[in-house]
């Protein structure tokens, strides 16, 4: 409904300015998909101050970082670079559809838990003899 403002010539009876409610023709509802939460999986900080470890979980991703997880998925140690994951729960959870953070994502890869990106091999002009 669309709200409309007519000026009234005389006081009697009704306000000045009066709001009246006219009906008009409403577009058509069209069904939208609605996106539900999707998984991510992602690190939640644990350690203490600049003593950093890192929990790798597959987790809400409207839900905060050290919130509930669905799932622990594996840790890693950046001060030992140390990494214990469990590549199966990983690889389910993966294809459900879970989006990995970037880092998770290169931490996976250094892995072999994904496929890791190929490498390109620039070879520059000057070496290469025709």
């Not at 409403?26 to 890192?54: C, M």
């Amino acid at each position: 409904p669309t709200l409309v403002v007519k000026m009234q010539s005389s006081f009697v009876g009704q306000r000045p300015f009066a709001v009246q409610r006219v009906s008009m023709a409403r577009p058509s509802r069209v069904a939208v998909p609605v996106i539900e939460n999707r998984v991510a999986l992602r690190f939640q900080r644990f350690g203490r101050h600049k003593l950093p470890f890192y929990r790798l979980v597959a987790i809400e991703s409207k839900d905060r970082r050290d919130g509930r997880p669905l799932e622990y998925l594996g840790w890693y140690d950046p001060l030992k670079k140390e990494t214990n994951l469990n590549a199966p729960a990983i690889k389910k959870w993966l294809g459900n559809g879970a989006l990995p953070s970037e880092t998770v994502k290169n931490l996976l890869q250094k892995a072999f838990v994904i496929e890791p990106k190929p490498v390109r091999v620039v070879v520059p002009k000057v070496a290469v003899k025709v």
